[in-house]
DNA sequence: AATACGGGGCC
DNA sequence: GGCCCAGTATT
């Protein structure tokens, strides 16, 4: 029997229930795609939920505005992903008259819609004979065929694609879809894969070979960068100074602390004297606390934050600076480091 | 072709 | 500490 059926013949008895899999509504399924792009399931499940609940349609989701989506999205990471999609809901609000399109070829065209994406879309809401190769199917392709191109190398994607599309069931491309994924997310793991009740083993060039730790090959580690990251908190009464931050780097468009960043780790009180510090110095102000110093860490960063709590700002605000009461923080998204240490410190 | 972009879970 | 997760956009 084909490894397609066999595959798909295990999903049937093991399958999660899991939402949006019992919906064909391409806008639901957008939904839960873009959220599930990078993230675990479970990670995801509460996000998709309250996205859902808070724009029933995507006609909802185009009438909202950025910062309350990036509210909604605070946590998830990859905040690109629910920009691009307020892009997208408007783009089709505009264009499709809030009819999510469920074409490859039109979702292709849509912001935050890679390849995988809109063969997701558009195999599961119309049955398109598309094949999704995420990093799911990567693992089990490699794995069972005993792949050593490497996954994320220029050749190595057009190899999987290929096999992906030849192996495809194309009278049944959404549940041949379904099935790839979640044996590779239930079974076939990246660690510990429970080849011991595999149904599949016998022809698996990974279990023949003993090759599932060195299968699939990925190359280009990334680099990381360190950075120092000094936030003030500045707070009168029942406000507190924020910040928005632009384009161009981590956290676009999200909100934090007024922020000092300096090279390397240094004394709290040669850091208010770096010419950044400028806009929140002067007068009559002092240094009340310090916290300890928090790694954070990011795919291509090692953050290291630290908040300096100052008394008796009056300086004059300069763009994208406000205070806002602390009641309305939630209002604001911000990034985990800031939420964790603000929620911290104001209770 | 390589790099940027979060946060969390697992080993 | 390193790897990976229902990847995409940008350089």
Partial sequence: MQLSNQLVQ?????????????????????LSEIILQQTRVEQGLPYFNRFLEKYPTVSDFAAATEDEVLALWQGLGYYSRGRNMLVTARLVQELHGGVFPSSWEQLIKLKGIGEYTAAAIASFSANEAKAVVDGNVYRVLARYFGISEPINSTQGKKIFQQMADEML?????????????????????????ACGICPVREGCYAFKHNATATLPV???????????FNYLLIKNDNEILMHKRGAGDIWANM???????????MEVHHVLETPSAKPFIG???????????????LTHQRLYVRFIELD?????????YFFTEVKKLKNLALPQIIFIFLTKFLN
């Fill in 10 to 30: 295990w999903y049937h008895q093991h399958k999660r229930d899991l939402p949006w899999r019992h919906t064909t509504n391409p806008y639901v399924i957008w």
């Fill in 169 to 193: 069931d194309r009278e049944n491309p959404a549940l041949h879809n379904q099935a790839m994924m979640e044996f590779g997310a239930m079974l076939c793991k990246p660690k510990n894969p």
């Fill in 218 to 228: 990925k190359i280009n580690k990334t680099k990381i960068r360190e950075r120092y």
């Fill in 255 to 265: 909100y934090e602390l007024p922020l000092i960043e300096t090279e390397q780790l």
């Fill in 283 to 297: 007068g009559n102000i002092r240094i009340k606390a310090v916290s300890q110093v928090y790694k954070h860490v």
């Fill in 312 to 320: 008796g700002f009056e300086n004059e605000l300069e763009q994208d």
